[in-house]
C-alpha cells in the first residue's frame, strides 16, 4: 500500500530529528519512492510502499518520540478514476 506521510516537529527538537535521519536504515518491506523537506522548517514529507502492516510499524514508530507523523494512504488519480464506478450508486 502506498503511504504519504508528513511528519512535524518542534524546532527545540531538530538536532535529534537530524541524528535520527542520519541513522535511518530503511526496513525491509518498505520502498522510499521521493522525500522533500518543508524550505520553511520543521516539517518532512515521504512517499513509500509498505509490503505490510509490520513493515509499515517497523518505520513509523521509532520516530514516534521526537515529532508528529500524519500517515495518509494514498493512490494515483487515474487508479482511483478507475475504481470509483465500482462504488457509485
Known amino acids: 500500500m502506498l503511504f ?12 535529534k ?5 542520519k541513522k535511518l ?9 521521493n522525500q522533500w ?6 516539517r518532512y514529507y515521504i512517499l513509500y510502499e509498505a509490503e505490510s ?4 510499524g517497523a518505520f513509523n514508530l521509532p520516530w514516534s518520540d521526537i515529532c508528529i507523523i ?5 493512490m494515483e488519480a487515474a487508479e482511483f478514476m ?3 464506478p465500482k462504488y457509485q450508486k
Do not use: C, K
Open 37 to 42: 523537506i518543508d524550505l520553511s522548517g520543521n
Open 25 to 33: 536504515q530503511v526496513p525491509e518491506g518498505i520502498d522510499v519512492i
Open 70 to 74: 500524519d500517515s495518509v494512504p494514498v
Open 82 to 84: 478507475q475504481l470509483l
Open 17 to 21: 530529528i537530524l541524528e535520527h535521519f
Open 4 to 15: 504519504m506521510d508528513v511528519s512535524t516537529w518542534e524546532p527545540s527538537s531538530r538536532d
Open 53 to 56: 502492516a509490520e513493515a509499515y
